[in-house]
């Protein structure tokens, strides 16, 4: 296969996966859940972007999947190319882009108790490692406790992006086993034409099935 058809393959495996998350996301009324992460908020905020050739439609808003215009670019051949979305768990929330094109991931806001710009970077945690560690008093031991409560801010931050990633992994994988197998055609590109066009969809028994197809692909 040459480049260019492997960068076609997986910029339109990238719109359907984001289209997927998007129709989940709407029917499950914004909770997901993945065997390993249990269940999450996750939906669409602030902005998506469909696009088919040099036509795009950006719809900004507070759900801008919820905007009339977004189902009609749909209807009219459109897919989505970039969406902007927020993750809860638990009581950790956090926000993001992904860009289908590249299945990229950017923008990565995390909790806020954590997002004080306090973290050093890797330059400079590494210099405050590695420094000589000489006896400290007064003023040098709050500076050393400082330097302490930093590090551990980003190894935090560390561990969340990485759960982030790993919610997107679990996620990912639970659309290719239902997009690989036959369950695609059967199961989900019917609720999804019914979804789009406005028609009753039987969420639970829709999950039911989606469910089996995905365990029965994962224990091949």
């Known amino acids: 296969m040459q480049l260019a058809d492997k960068i076609e393959k ?129 003023a040098e031991d709050e500076a050393e406790r400082e330097a302490d409560g930093k590090a551990e801010a980003f190894f935090d931050r560390m561990d969340l992006t990485q759960e982030v990633e790993g919610i997107l992994q679990e996620l990912y994988r639970d659309f290719l086993a239902l997009r690989l197998g036959a369950s695609w055609e059967k199961i989900v590109v019917p609720a999804l034409r019914d979804w789009l066009a406005g028609d009753e969809l039987d969420a639970d028994r829709y999950r039911v099935s989606r469910d089996k197809a995905v365990a029965a692909r994962a224990s091949r």
Request: proline fraction near 4%.
């Open 10 to 138: 997986r910029r339109f495996i990238g719109r359907e996966f984001l289209l997927w998350l998007w129709f989940e996301s709407e029917i499950f009324e914004e909770t997901l859940t993945t065997k390993k992460h249990g269940d999450f908020g996750f939906w669409i905020e602030k902005e998506i972007v469909l696009s088919a050739g040099k036509e795009a439609t950006r719809i900004k808003g507070t759900t801008p999947a919820h905007a009339r215009e977004a189902k009609e670019a749909l209807r009219l051949g459109k897919m989505p190319e970039r969406a902007t979305f927020r993750l809860v768990l638990g009581e950790r929330e956090s926000g993001f882009f992904l860009k289908a094109e590249a299945l990229a991931l950017g923008a990565l806001t995390l909790p806020a108790v954590l997002d004080d710009g306090s973290a050093p970077t890797l330059g400079e945690l590494g210099a405050e490692l590695s420094a000589p560690k000489k006896k400290k008093k007064g």
